[in-house]
């Protein structure tokens, strides 16, 4: 079994075609058959029914696909980790969410770049269960979440308090609207939005990250909540309001990491997160507005 099995594996579960997986990865259809035979020759397990419809999962290749999914993932980091310039003395792994990467997390790579010019940077951008998986499975050195859960073997560890404002194109219609979309920030957001709105009605709008509030209500008129970081650029424009009388809210943020790692870039690379927040620049990501 190599790479390029489980790569041609994955996109002919994606796409449900031998023809059309061969088209997606500029091969041709013997190739991507001979590689799936070979795979499943390796397993000793058929993974696809193949009919004139396509190619459909068997249970036994539903089971692989989240191995496979894994197994990719490992492969890639140790070509990455393995195949380093010789300018390189060690690699690390940092995944986020996305919301975590405005503005904050680039000055803190910023730093590492600058204090650490030999260590190669891998950024990933997740939701926490992806970060938790790819932290317990090594994929992951540091992770930076807002609802991270806790595993044996990893540091949980308490960073700063986001400040989530309620923000509106217009400030001078009623709250809430139909127009209002609700940010999934988590169980911790989602308690306190219950507490002070128990009557809320579910909204029509409801999306997984901020960025794409800030989007949709951008576009088409209305309201979210959002950190106070990510929104001051669009209040100083005009583009955004803070909707008055609204409560604020406080979205804990913490990092995962390993507790056996005894790498020192790991520690380095911590030290510098926790001197970021350390100096205050908190202050700076929730500033007054």
Known sequence: MDI???RTFLSVAANGSFQEAANRL???QSTVSNRIQRLEAYLRVPLFVRNRSGAHLTQQGRRFLGH??????????????IGLPSRFRASITVGARIALWEEILPYW?????????DVSIRCNIGFEEDL???LIEGNIDIGLMYTPQHSPGLVVEHLFDETLVLLATDCDKTWPGDDYVYVDWGPDF???????????????QVVNIGWLGIQLIISNGGSCYLPIRMS?????????????????FKLPAYVVF????DSEVQRQVLGNLRDLVKKGLQQDWNPEV
Do not use: C, W
Not at 109 to 117: A, L, W
């Open 4 to 6: 390029e099995q489980i």
């Open 26 to 28: 500029y091969l041709t």
């Open 68 to 81: 496979a999914k894994s197994l990719l993932l490992t492969l890639e980091q140790a070509q990455h980790d």
């Open 109 to 117: 790579i910023g730093e590492v770049r600058k204090q650490s010019p």
């Open 132 to 134: 938790m998986r790819g």
């Open 190 to 204: 989602y308690a306190q939005h219950s507490n002070y709105y128990p009557d809320l009605e579910s909204p029509a």
């Open 232 to 248: 001051k650029s669009f209040i100083q424009a005009k583009k955004l309001h803070l909707v008055p009388g609204s409560p604020q």
């Open 258 to 261: 390993s507790r056996d790692s």
